[in-house]
């Protein structure tokens, strides 16, 4: 018994280490007056860390080179209901931090401030990007530091803040499957809906061709 349970509690361990090791980390190639948008999912109440850097790409070596100081990013940031909830202009080399609190998709998009500078403008950016979601944010050794945890505490601290964040993951799971439930329901119901009218306007109509051919016939007095 207490060998099972010490499997499941190992068991455990590792699916929160496989959900924890989840980060994203991407490099990717805009024009200096292109705007690239992302749309990440992500749970209410939950702190979104991102960190970029910008590399100009120079004609003359052909390789990317670290921006010019006067070259920066514009962060937009909007929820679900469209609303911004984050909008600033940084350095080439930065961090932006927000916190949702609307469940589903945020997009984030990201351009440069290029077109004040006449002398980059037409180059191409490589910018590499790094968001962190929950808990990644947290900086560990900090916190150990500050609040002079041991290892195991601080561990144990570990733990259960990726516990809370799979509670929060598994929360917006929900929330997405009432939503498409409800939106199944809906479509059910207006398929049914559909149905019936098509089948009223054919009896509809069935009626009125028998009741046209009994008065052609009528007419020509053949009943």
């Known amino acids: 018994m207490v060998a099972a349970r010490m499997q499941l509690t190992l068991y455990t361990v590792l699916l929160l280490n496989f959900f924890s090791s989840f980060v994203s980390a991407l490099y990717f190639h805009i024009g200096e007056t292109e705007k690239k948008c992302f749309i990440e999912e992500i749970p209410d109440e939950t702190m979104i860390i991102g960190n970029y850097r910008v590399q100009l790409y120079d004609k003359m070596k052909e390789e990317y080179m670290p921006a010019t100081q006067g070259l920066g990013m514009f962060v937009e940031v909007k929820d679900p209901d469209e609303k911004v909830i984050l909008s600033r202009q940084y350095g080439s080399e930065g ?129």
């Open 95 to 223: 961090r932006f931090t927000f916190t949702s609190h609307t469940p589903g998709e945020h997009q984030i998009c990201l351009h440069s401030n290029s077109s004040k500078f006449s002398l980059f403008a037409g180059g191409m950016l490589r910018v590499h990007l790094d968001i962190q979601v929950g808990e990644h944010t947290n900086n560990y050794a900090e916190i150990a530091a500050k609040d002079k945890l041991t290892e195991l505490q601080l561990r144990v601290r570990q733990l259960v803040e990726q516990v809370d964040q799979i509670q929060k993951e598994q929360n917006y799971q929900r929330y997405r499957e009432e939503r498409f439930r409800q939106t199944s329901e809906s479509t059910n119901q207006r398929v049914l809906w559909w149905s019936i009218v098509q089948t009223l306007i054919l009896v509809a109509i069935g009626f009125w061709q028998m009741r046209h051919l009994k008065s052609f016939f009528e007419a020509k007095k053949l009943v």
